[in-house]
């Protein structure tokens, strides 16, 4: 409603403005006549009555508009102190509510919490045993593994030992045939070497043509040549010795290493094994001491 009054007055406000130009404007005409005759003195008393209205008719504008503000001041006064009258009710009585939901959550939480105490204890007791019986494993656990290990390793040991036993033994075997080889290729050597001697040394030298010292000499250069075929064969054989030889060396050798590696496997893999059982015992102890120290909290 003081809305509507206020337009209303606002629309008469302006009409009063128009015709207040409009006065104005007549006025102003009048004014420029009235330098010419009587009736221009006539129009100009008009135009200062008029002028007088209009200064009437301002100031009852300017009142009423004075009177509009201040009427529409008193209603947003009037509304703001009910609506603040009912906030501070509706906020008090909230507020009363909230103390007592406060109060009434404060006596569940403490009774929760010594609840919560309780069990935290009890479970804390029961943790407690727990991990005493988990040390007394795991200590057990830990000296069965250590006995574990001592013999894996004393038969790791043990395995190396036997390997690298079993590694010189074949070397020294191939070594002593080699050797054995080697011997009888020499005393073939020196037995064709005094064959072929003894045949020069048998040849007559007195007498050049005569049949027997050609027949020896054939004999003897018959001996020479088999002696030089039986030298390359006994070579020969020599080098293909050698690389037999070479070749179990290096076959013992890559066995050696190939069993050296697949010990040093095992020690790695039950290391890492070991490793991974000790985190695994440690981040348990861990989580067990974190959930008592949450309980706790």
């Known amino acids: ?75 947003r006064t009037e509304e703001k102190r009910k609506m603040d009258d009912e906030r501070r009710a509706k906020e008090d009585k909230e507020m009363q509510l909230e103390r007592q939901l406060r109060q009434e959550e404060k ?66 075997e191939a070594r002593r045939v080699e050797e054995d080889k080697m011997r009888e290729l020499e005393q073939s050597k020196t037995k064709s070497e005094l064959e072929f001697a003894q045949t020069m040394a048998s040849i007559p030298t007195d007498n050049a043509d005569d049949e027997d010292a050609l027949k020896a000499k054939k004999d003897a250069l018959k001996t020479k040549n088999e002696y030089l075929a039986r030298l390359a064969e006994a070579q020969k054989l020599t080098e293909k010795i050698e690389q037999e030889r070479k070749i179990k060396e290096a076959e013992l050798a890559t066995a050696y290493a190939e069993a050296s590696a697949e010990l040093q496997r095992l020690n790695k893999a039950r290391e890492q094994a070991h490793a991974a059982q000790v985190d695994r015992l440690e981040r348990q102890h861990e989580t067990s001491v974190a959930d008592l120290q949450a309980q706790a909290s």
């Open 1 to 75: 409603e003081l809305v509507r009054v206020a337009e209303e007055a606002q629309k008469r406000v302006q009409q009063r403005l128009e015709r207040e130009q409009e006065l104005l404007r007549i006025a102003e005409q009048k004014q420029g006549e009235m330098r010419k005759q009587e009736e221009d003195q006539k129009l100009k008393e008009d135009y200062l009555v008029r002028v007088a209205e209009a200064a009437r008719l301002a100031i009852e504008r300017k009142q009423e508009e004075e009177r509009i503000k201040h009427e529409a001041y008193l209603a």
């Open 107 to 172: 006596r569940k939480v403490k009774e929760e919490y010594m609840k919560l105490v309780k069990e935290a204890a009890r479970r804390e007791d029961e943790q407690r045993q727990h991990a005493l019986i988990a040390e007394e494993r795991e200590a057990e656990q830990r000296k069965v593994e250590a006995m574990v290990r001592a013999k894996e390793e004393e038969a790791a040991t043990e395995e190396r030992r036997k390997i690298q036993n079993e590694y010189l033994a074949r070397v020294a």
